[in-house]
């Protein structure tokens, strides 16, 4: 008894020291922002390699989600002969939750995990110990540049994800189930509404952008130095993205629309 | 440089370091002084602490207790911006070589030139074409980190190391690892670099035959404390039984061969340390 309340404090006290290093760490990063303007060039070989190259996954879920979107909807409204407002069940379904949440698991098991991989790896090989004796400091030259890329490309992975989304619905509703094109689209528009709908969207995107990055470029940089360390920091950073994600997404639910 | 008190001074000076990792006791009261403008280096026995000593050195790390000059500056007391000015006039060597694996040779060797400098396109070319050509290694250049063999790594990551020609260098285990020939060429690069840039260089090693070669002075460390220290020839005349035992890679001695436990014939008789449940 006395063992399983001691392991569990010693658990609750390890946690505890992660999330502060976590914390200490993003701060070092955001104080080395400034990097990030001078040198952009750094940034944008980061948003390269995270976030377009995340695009072929992005793309092809989305318009897969939007394809069954597509027929779950209209199988569901025909029933009601509503089958004229499949166009806006597919728009609010993606840019409100399936957009940023599933764009954002995407990132997470995509870019999420190579960004810690690659952290792990310098730190293994001594990299960014080199460059510090090099008077390069990591987390302006590696560090900032990563966590800008991850944030700015989340946002806009998720545009494209919906985006896509919409077509694939498209596709399948009136390319295959007969729905009318011009309805499709006015629907969709006259149900869409800019603030509450795109923009807590956005916000959503916004918000895992930020914390999967936090979390992948954190569990890089936290990494054991030895391939065991880094398969399970990989592992950690894929497990914990996505349960923020989906916890973070239920939490921001609520407070957008909760209280209407 | 000019300065006689400056050029006389030892460019490195350590009093009474104590550094712990965990429980383990690292260092113990440890102090040394490193000549300016020679090749010194300190020797001990695996996990002595020979590598920790570089990044106490470097400001990687910081001191329990005591205190670590290097060219006057107390290292641990710096603020961040003079650490890394410092760091500017140092350079280190990595027993990997520590590449950046994302770049070419030619990039990993301008990478200080670049981060710390605004030299025009052309000059830089020169200049990185300089120091591989120093190491042998110019016409390498495009290569891929990866497809280097550990010794050509290790001269790539020196001629990184000499990029911004610091005035001191700390070579990580350079001789581990390597096969006859890489270990002559490093050897040989090691001495050259210092006498052709006038450089203080401070080795790690535990490859007894290479590194009294070429040192000016040798600093032997077991326990966390200096043992003796010296110029090669005299430390080998004088050696105490422990410095012979080490000099001479004889397999039993003051450090025993046997890990310590209880004797043997008392654990065969069953009356050593046993577990009764």
Known sequence: MTDAIASLGRTTINALVVFGRAFVFLMRVLASLDIVIRRFGLTLAQVYSVGVRSLLIIIVSGLFVGMVLGYQGYITLVNFGAAEALGGVVALSLVRELGPVVTALLFAGRAGSALTAELGLMKTTEQLSAMEMMAVNPYRRIFAPRFVAGFLSMPLLAAIFSAVGVMGGYLVGVGLLGVDSGAYFSQMQSVTDWNEDVLSGVIKSIVFGFVVTWIAVFQGFNAQPTSEGISRATTQTVVVASLAVLGLDFILTGLMFGAG | ?277
Request: charged share 25%.
């Open chain 2, 1 to 277: 440089m000019a300065d006689p008190a400056v050029a006389d001074s030892p460019h490195i000076v350590i009093e009474n370091l104590r550094f712990r990792r965990g429980r383990k006791v690292v260092f113990d009261d440890l102090s040394m002084r490193i000549p300016r403008g020679q090749v010194t280096t300190v020797m001990g026995p695996s996990g002595s602490g020979k590598t920790t000593l570089l990044r106490l050195i470097g400001g990687q790390l910081r001191p329990d207790a005591g205190r670590i000059w290097v060219d006057g500056q107390e290292v641990a007391k710096l603020s961040t911006r003079r650490l890394y000015a410092l760091r500017k006039r140092m350079g280190m060597l990595f027993q990997s070589g520590a590449l950046l694996t994302d770049l070419s040779v030619f990039e990993n060797v301008a990478f200080p030139l670049r981060e710390h400098t605004d030299l025009p396109e052309d000059v830089l070319h020169a200049l990185v074409l300089l120091k591989l050509e120093a190491v042998g290694l110019r016409a390498a250049r495009e290569l891929d980190p990866a497809s280097l063999s550990g010794g050509m790594a290790r001269r790539v990551a020196l001629a990184r190391a000499i990029a911004l020609d610091p005035d001191l260098i700390l070579y990580d285990e350079p001789f581990t690892g390597l096969d006859p020939i890489t270990m002559g060429q490093i050897v040989s690069l090691i001495r050259q670099t210092n006498e052709s840039l006038g450089l203080t260089s401070v080795l790690v090693s535990h490859d007894v035959a290479e590194a009294m070669a070429i040192s000016d002075h040798v600093v032997l460390i077991a326990n966390g404390r200096v043992v003796d220290a010296g110029p090669p020839d005299e430390l080998e005349a004088r050696a105490s039984d422990w410095s012979a035992q080490f000099l001479q890679g004889r397999p039993d001695g003051p450090v025993p061969f046997h890990y310590p436990g209880a004797s043997y014939r008392d654990d065969l008789l069953g009356q050593g340390e046993r577990r009764d449940d």
